[in-house]
């Protein structure tokens, strides 16, 4: 056998096809729920190839997100409307358009599972080359580890914001970003974003006219009296209130609007956010009502007295075996119930598990329940991106960074596995790098830290049981949270 170099540029490609079509295979057995035998595998290929198609037998294996049951999910259906295009400049798929209305990740690579999948013509793409994040006019690309690397404008890149006319090079592929500033967002059902390109990140801005910290709010709202701020996130601040009715103490969370919000955005929070009235449970936090009075948008919610489990890791350590899997075991009961009912809480961690007391006894309510989906999409967060809206998103879901707007029930078993990993550790399962972007890399490409390297006294079983929970592929997990839920209890004696 010849040297890669001496290989025709023709049989690179075939075998490049062959490579791929067996990662299929081996693929779809994993699926199938089997094992894969690897020997058989590299039998079908020429030894010159062993490395490569051993690194990419790896990456299914370890690394590879296949959200959404392995099935490969459509791209953005091309138009000329929208406020952004890529477009395909140069390549195998020249003159093939993007485009994106609203907050979305889109994927690309040779995989069958990216949303965008490029031909065996271009043999330096790799399978997952590249994720592209957009809130439009806003854009911004990671390099997910490729072989080749990305460059923009000529430069090469891991991470990179883009703008109108930036040129984005992968393999001998090239993308020219469009912005059409001139779109109108809200003529088109499913946008909810302003379309003025901001000259920085949008950041939300403080609750208004609501503005004394830790004391008695300067205004209030119709039907309640804000007493004092008993918390403060990325969405908005919250107050211990109380309903002027009948006297009862609520939680009146006011959120954050970003710049350029309209009475559309507004409209649509409040009507999403109704719908979560729907969740009765006693481990979900009961919402009451949501309204808006002079500028200022707010929920009303049932009150828990006591603190959140993060803040109890903060101050009191690492919780031990039996209280960290009872706390879990009731918030995964409040997921079933919002998944058996059509809910995803998307953003599962330790801040919103509510620890109250009912009968002396100590109670976990989840908090936000389907919240930030709704602040999203909305529009109420502005043009933020992932990252820029505060805290880590140590929580979150590879495939919830791949596949941003295809959050299925399975992200909520991961956060709730990553959760309970924090509850024990007081660690995060990644070793984190400060910069937000490279997070998100991280998320998708790393290996998770195992947990008894942070504490080996614990339990193998229940080791083996949390990493399962958060396994990087969603088909690695358990079935649902009610099979999560099962697995666990028999930890909380």
């Given at each position: 056998?010849?040297?890669?170099?001496?290989?025709?540029?023709?049989?690179?490609?075939?075998?490049?096809?062959?490579?791929?079509?067996?990662?299929?295979?081996?693929?779809?057995?994993?699926?199938?729920?089997?094992?894969?035998?690897?020997?058989?595998?590299?039998?079908?290929?020429?030894?010159?190839?062993?490395?490569?198609?051993?690194?990419?037998?790896?990456?299914?294996?370890?690394?590879?997100?296949?959200?959404?049951?392995?099935?490969?999910?459509?791209?953005?259906?091309?138009?000329?409307?929208?406020?952004?295009?890529?477009?395909?400049?140069?390549?195998?798929?020249?003159?093939?358009?993007?485009?994106?209305?609203?907050?979305?990740?889109?994927?690309?690579?040779?995989?069958?599972?990216?949303?965008?999948?490029?031909?065996?013509?271009?043999?330096?793409?790799?399978?997952?080359?590249?994720?592209?994040?957009?809130?439009?006019?806003?854009?911004?690309?990671?390099?997910?580890?490729?072989?080749?690397?990305?460059?923009?404008?000529?430069?090469?890149?891991?991470?990179?914001?883009?703008?109108?006319?930036?040129?984005?090079?992968?393999?001998?592929?090239?993308?020219?970003?469009?912005?059409?500033?001139?779109?109108?967002?809200?003529?088109?059902?499913?946008?909810?974003?302003?379309?003025?390109?901001?000259?920085?990140?949008?950041?939300?801005?403080?609750?208004?006219?609501?503005?004394?910290?830790?004391?008695?709010?300067?205004?209030?709202?119709?039907?309640?009296?804000?007493?004092?701020?008993?918390?403060?996130?990325?969405?908005?601040?919250?107050?211990?209130?109380?309903?002027?009715?009948?006297?009862?103490?609520?939680?009146?969370?006011?959120?954050?609007?970003?710049?350029?919000?309209?009475?559309?955005?507004?409209?649509?929070?409040?009507?999403?956010?109704?719908?979560?009235?729907?969740?009765?449970?006693?481990?979900?936090?009961?919402?009451?009502?949501?309204?808006?009075?002079?500028?200022?948008?707010?929920?009303?919610?049932?009150?828990?007295?006591?603190?959140?489990?993060?803040?109890?890791?903060?101050?009191?350590?690492?919780?031990?075996?039996?209280?960290?899997?009872?706390?879990?075991?009731?918030?995964?009961?409040?997921?079933?119930?919002?998944?058996?009912?059509?809910?995803?809480?998307?953003?599962?961690?330790?801040?919103?598990?509510?620890?109250?007391?009912?009968?002396?006894?100590?109670?976990?309510?989840?908090?936000?329940?389907?919240?930030?989906?709704?602040?999203?999409?909305?529009?109420?967060?502005?043009?933020?991106?992932?990252?820029?809206?505060?805290?880590?998103?140590?929580?979150?879901?590879?495939?919830?960074?791949?596949?941003?707007?295809?959050?299925?029930?399975?992200?909520?078993?991961?956060?709730?596995?990553a959760t309970l990993y924090f509850l024990?550790?007081?660690?995060?399962?990644?070793?984190?790098?400060?910069?937000?972007?490279?997070?998100?890399?991280?998320?998708?490409?790393?290996?998770?830290?195992?947990?008894?390297?942070?504490?080996?006294?614990?339990?193998?079983?229940?080791?083996?049981?949390?990493?399962?929970?958060?396994?990087?592929?969603?088909?690695?997990?358990?079935?649902?949270?009610?099979?999560?839920?099962?697995?666990?209890?028999?930890?909380?004696?």
């Amino acid at each position: 056998m010849g040297k890669e170099g001496d290989t025709p540029r023709r049989d690179r490609v075939s075998r490049i096809r062959q490579i791929d079509e067996l990662c299929d295979r081996y693929e779809d057995e994993w699926q199938a729920g089997r094992v894969p035998d690897l020997a058989s595998y590299l039998a079908e290929v020429d030894e010159v190839d062993h490395p490569a198609f051993r690194h990419a037998l790896a990456r299914i294996d370890t690394e590879y997100a296949k959200s959404a049951g392995g099935m490969k999910m459509p791209p953005p259906k091309s138009s000329d409307a929208g406020p952004l295009k890529l477009v395909v400049i140069a390549g195998p798929h020249t003159g093939k358009e993007f485009a994106f209305n609203e907050h979305d990740t889109f994927l690309v690579g040779r995989s069958k599972h990216s949303h965008f999948q490029l031909s065996y013509d271009d043999p330096y793409f790799s399978r997952r080359h590249f994720l592209v994040e957009v809130n439009p006019p806003r854009i911004r690309v990671f390099d997910l580890n490729s072989r080749n690397g990305i460059s923009v404008n000529g430069v090469k890149q891991r991470v990179a914001t883009l703008k109108d006319g930036d040129e984005l090079r992968a393999g001998h592929s090239v993308f020219r970003v469009t912005v059409n500033h001139s779109a109108d967002p809200d003529a088109q059902p499913t946008l909810g974003l302003p379309v003025e390109a901001p000259p920085k990140p949008s950041k939300p801005s403080k609750p208004f006219p609501l503005k004394a910290i830790g004391g008695t709010p300067e205004a209030s709202i119709p039907g309640y009296q804000l007493e004092k701020e008993i918390g403060r996130g990325s969405m908005g601040t919250v107050y211990h209130a109380k309903r002027l009715t009948d006297g009862l103490s609520v939680a009146v969370k006011v959120i954050s609007l970003a710049e350029g919000v309209s009475a559309r955005h507004i409209e649509r929070f409040l009507r999403e956010a109704k719908i979560l009235a729907s969740l009765d449970h006693r481990h979900i936090v009961r919402f009451l009502e949501s309204g808006q009075s002079a500028g200022v948008v707010y929920l009303a919610m049932e009150l828990v007295d006591g603190p959140d489990a993060s803040r109890v890791v903060k101050q009191g350590g690492a919780m031990d075996v039996p209280t960290a899997v009872r706390l879990m075991l009731q918030a995964l009961e409040g997921l079933a119930h919002a998944h058996a009912k059509g809910f995803v809480h998307r953003d599962v961690k330790p801040a919103n598990l509510l620890l109250g007391r009912e009968d002396g006894r100590r109670v976990v309510k989840l908090a936000d329940f389907g919240l930030s989906r709704c602040y999203e999409a909305s529009g109420l967060s502005g043009r933020t991106l992932h990252g820029e809206v505060g805290g880590t998103p140590a929580f979150m879901a590879p495939e919830q960074v791949t596949h941003y707007r295809e959050a299925k029930p399975a992200v909520d078993q991961y956060s709730a596995a990553a959760t309970l990993y924090f509850l024990l550790t007081g660690k995060y399962a990644l070793n984190f790098v400060a910069d937000p972007q490279e997070q998100l890399v991280q998320i998708v490409d790393e290996k998770r830290v195992p947990i008894r390297t942070h504490r080996p006294e614990l339990p193998e079983e229940l080791a083996e049981v949390i990493h399962k929970g958060m396994a990087n592929e969603a088909e690695d997990r358990y079935p649902d949270v009610t099979a999560f839920r099962e697995a666990l209890k028999p930890f909380s004696m």
